[in-house]
């Protein structure tokens, strides 16, 4: 199983708990997505403590979300026992997927980019066979090989992922995968999808102990 089990120990001890959408991830779908109600079949690729659920809810799609935490899954799923337009699965989705789709939209949030490059291309190849010709794949936070981190961790099978960070904010959640812009697209294209729009962002942390730079990329692809 490629789902790192680190983050089942974060979930099942509640360190995680952010309820809120992503902002970055609201305001791409609203700009280029821009769901369609109940005719629209959304896909969210690891949701973890449920940030992004609410949000698709209130726009009234089907919303159908896999996670590889048994204990977020259970969380989530009792906030949402009464909806039926919300369906939520536990499986490592880099090598199996429990809903058929087609799906109009997928999105993930800073889920797929913490496996290898092998899963990440298995992932999206999965998930593209099951959406519709011209549906969009949008992804938000997915590390940069720009961040200063990138090679504090040790290599785990390839030399974009990493592991075993001793300090900072990828230490105990297992892999981490970077991406320059000739291996994120490589990885992209590889899985039948185009880039639409392409996004890079920094952040430097100056206090405590900086200077620290933190990178990721945001990205509309089309499943072509």
């Not at 199983?1 to 360190?15: H, K, L």
């Not at 305001?27 to 449920?50: H, I, N, Q, T």
């Not at 259970?74 to 039926?84: D, I, L």
Request: net charge neutral; charged share 25%.
């Amino acid at each position: 199983m490629a789902f790192s089990n680190e983050w089942e120990d974060i979930y099942s001890r509640e360190m995680q708990n952010s309820i809120w959408p992503w902002s970055d991830l609201v305001s791409y779908v609203m700009r280029y997505a821009r769901p369609d109600g109940g005719s629209c079949k959304v896909l969210e690729l690891g949701f973890g403590a449920g940030a992004n659920v609410a949000f698709f809810a209130s726009l009234g799609v089907e919303y159908f979300g896999t996670e590889g935490s048994e204990s977020a899954v259970k969380r989530v799923g009792r906030r949402f026992v009464n909806q039926p337009s919300i369906t939520l699965a536990c499986c490592d989705f880099t090598q199996s997927m429990p809903f058929d789709g087609p799906f109009d939209l997928v999105v993930d949030r800073s889920s797929l980019t913490h496996n290898s490059a092998t899963a990440i291309r298995g992932c999206l190849q999965l998930v593209g066979s099951r959406m519709k010709r011209g549906a969009k794949f949008i992804g938000i936070d997915w590390f940069s090989a720009d961040d200063s981190q990138f090679l504090a961790g040790r290599e785990a099978g390839d030399y974009y992922t990493r592991t075993d960070f001793n300090s900072g904010p990828y230490k105990s959640v297992g892999l981490v995968h970077f991406s320059d812009r000739k291996h994120l697209m490589e990885l992209l294209s590889g899985g039948g999808f185009e880039i639409e729009r392409l996004e890079h962002k920094r952040s430097e942390i100056v206090m405590p102990k900086g200077p620290h730079c933190m990178a990721w990329w945001n990205f509309v692809a089309i499943k072509r």
